[in-house]
């Protein structure tokens, strides 16, 4: 079991930037698959972006490509997502999420057993 907590959320103008961390607890950090979803007020939670255990490959949703990136440092337990160009429909709370390493790159909620609580990333016009 892994115990993961974001930071990084914020209020910004459209076209501004932000980062957002995930730090992980536990020793099997660099086993797990990352993922960043999102979840707007009355829409279903959403794929974001995922990263391998090691960090050598990574996937994107296709509205974000281009403009999110994200990464990881397994010798600090933490993932992390920058954002660019923000949108307002960009507008969410942000949870990381683990799951194994054979659902590395998955865009179903459900293949991820480790949640986050979520930060509050809004994107004002």
């Known amino acids: 079991q892994v115990q993961l907590v974001e930071s990084g959320g914020g209020l910004v103008q459209a076209g501004e930037s932000l980062r957002v961390s995930c730090a992980a607890s536990?020793?099997?950090?660099?086993?797990?698959?990352m993922g960043w979803f999102r979840q707007a007020p009355g829409k279903e939670r959403e794929f974001v972006a995922a990263v391998s255990a090691s960090g050598g490959t990574t996937y994107y949703a296709d509205s974000v490509t281009g403009r999110l990136t994200i990464s990881r440092d397994n010798a600090k337990n933490t993932v992390y997502q920058q954002m660019n160009s923000l949108k307002p429909e960009d507008t969410a709370v942000y949870y990381c999420?683990?799951?194994?390493?054979?659902?590395?790159?998955?865009?179903?909620?459900?293949?991820?057993?480790?949640w986050g609580q979520g930060t509050q990333v809004t994107v004002t016009s």
């Open positions: 536990g020793r099997t950090f660099s086993r797990l698959a």
């Open positions: 999420a683990a799951g194994p390493p054979y659902y590395s790159g998955s865009k179903d909620p459900a293949n991820y057993n480790n």
